[in-house]
């Protein structure tokens, strides 16, 4: 039987070319590979039989692209561009500045850097080795989070960095760490002063940061569909086994390069997303949804779960644990929960389900238990804090991960408690008139929040302000979060004021 190799092609940011990802998929088509898969570090990854190896890195020579074969020494350069205007609003941080940081970047790093706005939690921010937060108040300037190569250790720089020198400085840290391996390479006593020290800060525009970096609260939104935002639509397709389809893959391109779409994303989620679909084009996208017949609207507990890349063991626990969720009508709204088989892995997660073998004998793991790892505040950006779980069989996963759940669940009930103590006081009645003219729609499924109405099914009396709901607060059909809903004036709407 033939061994089958794995090809990685890294794509800066998560942006790729259709053009290119077509001829891509050409060359992969004569090699007979049926479906690829996109990665965590939103790369593409393609199954190759090793008597087609050297063929179809023949081909991916002639075609000028970069690539790995069964190795990960450059593990790529993720963002949260794809989520940027379908997903983030009312930022400084533009489609352009993206570009000009990937255009900067000069070199192929070695180090994994993550490139994030602050105003998201679509991509994770610190699972990088170089990890860049964009300032919630600094116009163009940049948190700076250094996670040391092989351990756990994050430091956060004292200064904030211009946007032009995020990929000099970049560069220039790798240099550091690679040179000075012993101090700052798989050492967990790794020192962020002792690495910082070595900078010459004259080099760079900087500012001192006025205080951490906040990290925001962990949201998923629904990140499948055909979905419009502002004038256009947003497509992201999603497969439970990762896998999707050369053939589709190639037609998604040259609709792309038809209806003049320069550019496709993959994410985080092992999905793609096509954003600039405009209204007399989402007709010949559905049509291509119905040729393939592609499932969309996953149940959210699905989407919320991160395996490992290449994972067969790790896919099979996902859909055992769905399917038990399922059954149990658990709710997962909220929350990522990742899946670890592997010593040398990372994955992101608000809990982590860690499986490890009872018996190892020459190599071979024998008989499985699993330990529950929780994120400090159950927050994935904020690393593991605490284990909930340990040495679990199979058979009580299931239990113990219901209980995790319902801890997050009270997490947020006393946050959510705590916020409601500091609301504003009420407003006048000329404010409450002049707001009632106005509603609150879901930028997914239309559903209309109305605060004279409230939701009273779901506990929000009559009269409740938009601003006053809780963050948690999210559409009654979708489940779309708070920030996901746009100010609409009724009359718009063609709804009546009461």
């Not at 001829?23 to 199954?47: D, Y």
């Not at 990290?215 to 256009?232: Q, V």
Request: charged fraction near 25%; glycine fraction near 6%.
């Amino acid at each position: 039987m033939s061994q089958v190799s794995t090809i990685k092609i890294n794509f800066r940011g998560g942006i790729i070319s259709p053009g290119d990802l077509y001829n891509i998929l050409v060359a992969a088509t004569k090699m007979h590979v049926v479906s690829v898969s996109f990665g965590l570090r939103q790369q593409l990854l393609i199954p190759v039989t090793d008597e087609n190896t050297h063929l179809f890195i023949a081909e991916l020579d002639k075609l000028g692209v970069h690539y790995e074969l069964n190795h990960d020494e450059y593990p790529g350069i993720i963002s949260s561009y794809p989520a940027e205007e379908v997903f983030i609003t009312n930022t400084w941080l533009s489609e352009g500045v993206y570009k000009d940081i990937f255009d900067g970047i000069d070199y192929t790093p070695r180090l994994k850097i993550n490139i994030s706005d602050s105003n998201q939690s679509f991509t994770p921010m610190l699972t990088g080795n170089i990890n860049w937060v964009a300032s919630a108040t600094a116009q163009h300037f940049w948190h700076l989070f250094i996670r040391f190569p092989k351990t756990n250790a994050i430091y956060e720089w004292s200064e904030m960095v211009y946007t032009n020198d995020l990929p000099r400085l970049s560069k220039e840290i790798e240099r550091l760490i690679f040179n000075n391996k012993d101090a700052f390479y798989d050492n967990a006593d790794a020192n962020g002063e002792r690495l910082f020290n070595q900078i010459e800060p004259e080099k760079y525009i900087t500012k001192p940061t006025e205080k951490t970096a906040e990290l925001p609260a962990f949201n998923l939104p629904y990140y499948e569909g055909l979905n419009k935002y502002n004038d256009k639509y947003w497509l992201g397709v999603y497969r439970r086994d990762e896998l999707l389809s050369v053939e589709f893959l190639k037609e998604v391109c040259l609709l792309c390069l038809e209806t003049k779409i320069g550019q496709l994303c993959s994410t985080p989620w092992k999905s793609i997303i096509i954003k600039s679909i405009e209204e007399k084009h989402k007709l010949s996208w559905s049509n291509l949804l119905e040729k393939y017949q592609l499932n969309m609207r996953h149940a959210a507990n699905e989407l919320n779960f991160q395996v490992e890349d290449n994972c067969i063991e790790g896919l099979k626990l996902k859909s055992y644990l769905v399917k038990r969720l399922n059954d149990k009508d658990i709710r997962t709204f909220g929350i990522c929960i990742g899946i670890k088989t592997r010593k040398k892995s990372e994955v992101f997660s608000s809990i982590l389900i860690k499986r490890k073998p009872v018996l190892s004998i020459f190599g071979i793991e024998l008989l499985h238990v699993y330990d529950i790892l929780c994120a400090h505040d159950f927050n994935p950006n904020k690393r593991t804090g605490f284990v909930f779980s340990r040495n679990n069989p199979k058979f009580v996963l299931v239990e113990q991960l219901r209980r995790s759940l319902v801890a997050f669940h009270n997490n947020r009930t006393d946050k959510k408690i705590i916020k409601e103590k500091n609301l504003p006081a009420q407003r006048s009645e000329k404010e409450k008139n002049k707001e009632s003219e106005y509603v609150y729609q879901c930028a997914h499924c239309f559903t209309v929040y109305d605060p004279i109405m409230g939701e009273p099914g779901n506990g929000i009396d009559a009269g409740t302000p938009f601003e006053m709901l809780g963050n948690d607060y999210t559409c009654s059909i979708c489940e779309a979060p708070k920030q996901d809903f746009t100010k609409k004036e009724k009359t718009g709407l063609g709804l009546k004021s009461v």
